[in-house]
């Protein structure tokens, strides 16, 4: 997931934004029809950035961007809006923001040693056969708000059962390394 975090970021030095999620399971360029993404969630778009595909077991990865940072034509800038929420939960199992809200550009995820919902490396999609994983089963749905909490075996844990990975781009990171390349102002 370093390695593919990395590679967003020399994606976007390159290109000025970010990639698209990629087109399938098989096809690992970004979706991408002109300037615009065909979806904001989806998979990594390994082939367009030249990383294996899998995690360490041996799933595909899952991928979000706000879409204004993987527009090729109108790139983003320092003030561009990010709608990525992070959230994880307190001591007392309520919901807390582990990031600021809508702050994040992008984002990966793995889905962890159980694997629901993610697509195995034979490109099928593992079924969601957890019960009481709530955080589990936000993290399927839009990219938009993401669950990044400690692993738990026990069903009766606030948000349930939870082994999923989410490492984000930090804006603050991304837009540094573009400064330093003079990809923005």
Known sequence: MEEAREALFGFALRNGYLP???????NGLE?????????????????????????GWNRILGYSVTPAFSDSVVLFTLKT????????RDASGRL???????????ALISFGKNGYGA?????????????????????LQSGMALISRDPSDDPRASGGTF???ILWISPNILYNRMVAAQRLP
Do not use: H, M
């Not at 698209?20 to 098989?26: D, K, M, Y």
């Not at 998979?43 to 294996?52: D, H, I, Q, S, Y």
């Not at 809006?81 to 994880?88: K, L, Q, S």
């Open 20 to 26: 698209c999620p990629a087109i399938s399971t098989t």
């Open 31 to 55: 979706d991408r029809t002109g300037s615009a993404c065909n979806k904001r969630y989806g998979l990594l778009p390994w082939a367009t950035l030249g990383v294996g595909r899998l995690d």
């Open 81 to 88: 809006p990010r709608d990525i929420t992070i959230a994880t």
């Open 96 to 106: 807390q923001p582990l990031t600021e809200s809508n702050d994040i550009p992008a």
């Open 119 to 139: 697509f195995s490396d034979q490109n099928t999609r593992l079924s969601d056969l957890g019960a009481g994983n709530d955080d589990e089963k936000l993290n």
């Open 163 to 165: 082994d999923d990975i």
